[in-house]
């Protein structure tokens, strides 16, 4: 089940798009893997403008899961 809510960001974005995909394509695998044999599990992922300058968008991607997480200690580990 997905609902697609109206967005300011339907318009065309030129960018990475291979790279986005990518990205997007493993923090979605990822949270498909920690909520698997979860009840009513949820899987929410949003894209919302950041900023805007002039014709310059910076957009944050974001995926929310209910899986059990990843310590603090272990999220430094991440991204040394």
């Keep these: 089940f997905y609902e697609m809510l109206p967005h300011p ?15 997007l ?12 044999g979860r009840p009513n599990a949820r899987i929410i992922v949003r894209a919302c403008l950041q900023q ?15 899986g059990i997480g990843i310590s603090a200690a272990d999220q430094m580990k991440l991204f040394k």
Excluded: C, P, W, Y
């Design 9 to 23: 960001l339907t318009q065309r974005v030129i960018g990475d798009d291979m790279r986005v995909r990518q990205i």
């Design 25 to 36: 394509l493993v923090l979605l695998s990822n949270a498909m893997k920690s909520t698997a």
């Design 52 to 66: 805007e300058a002039g014709e310059d968008l910076s957009v944050h991607f974001s995926v929310q899961d209910q």
